[in-house]
């Protein structure tokens, strides 16, 4: 009797144990190559704080107010793999999903976003994949941004490896709606004439914050004009 309890017990701690191991190898392989994304966003974060702190030194001017980065949560990965029909392995994460590193740039105006994203571009070792222009083509939710997927090199110990990166470039206005927009997506259990009512009025608010944008660079320009020429504008 004792014997049998002892191996039954001696079996189910065999099988945790092996159960541990599989996940184990399992995740080894992920965890190397989110470990890489995370490289890469420190390289393209990097470049653009090369680039700000140029500006600010050559022109006097921060044309970024912020940078986010983020790595794409298991969660959302799986979501993605899901919804491609795509099989659950590293190869197929990497081949097939291009924003697992994501980096937001966020700019004071609408200029500056274009500026560094040439900037950006111009540098021998970004490789551009896709570039989608949501400010000069909004989406019909009213989302507007400049999304750019690009390849950087990481060095790693006896390798160089080329990684994709996802760079939205908006500017304060328009994160500050995306982030609104966002809450509204996600939120669960809305009543349908609700959602009709608010998306109207998210679409209203982004056609005044394009305009704002506008308005407030066309100000700027004049304010740099006025600053050349030392009268009033
Ligand atoms: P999250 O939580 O920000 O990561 P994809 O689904 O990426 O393969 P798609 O649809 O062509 O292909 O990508 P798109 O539209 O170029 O860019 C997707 C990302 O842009 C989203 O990521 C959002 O971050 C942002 N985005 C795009 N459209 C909207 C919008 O209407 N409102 C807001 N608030 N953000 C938007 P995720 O993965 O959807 O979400």
């Known amino acids: 009797m004792i014997i049998k309890h002892l191996q039954e017990h001696f079996f189910r701690e ?83 999903i291009t924003d697992i590193a994501g980096i937001r740039v966020v700019c004071s105006f609408e200029e500056d976003i274009y500026k560094m994203a040439d900037c950006l571009l111009q540098q021998d070792d970004v490789t551009l994949i896709e570039r989608k222009d949501y400010i000069k083509h909004p989406k019909e939710s009213g989302y507007r941004s400049l999304h750019l997927i690009v390849e950087v090199p990481i060095f790693l110990e006896n390798e160089k490896r080329p990684m994709k990166v996802e760079v939205q470039l908006r500017t304060i206005a328009m994160d500050f709606w995306a982030s609104l927009e966002h809450k509204l997506r996600y939120k669960k259990n809305i009543d349908a004439e609700l959602l009709e009512k608010l998306s109207v009025d998210l679409v209203d608010c982004a056609n005044k914050s394009a305009e704002l944008d506008k308005k407030m660079e066309s100000i700027k320009k004049k304010i740099e004009r006025g600053k050349v020429i030392g009268d009033d504008f």
């Open 14 to 96: 065999l099988t945790k144990t092996e159960h541990l191991e599989k996940i184990k190898e399992g995740t080894l392989p992920y965890n190397r190559l989110m470990s890489y994304y995370k490289c890469a966003i420190m390289e393209v974060e990097t470049k653009f704080k090369v680039l700000n702190e140029q500006f600010s030194l050559h022109y006097d001017e921060n044309p970024i107010e912020a940078i986010k980065s983020r790595l794409k949560s298991p969660d959302s990965i799986m979501k993605k793999l899901r919804k491609k029909e795509l099989p659950f392995t590293t190869d197929a994460i990497e081949e097939n």
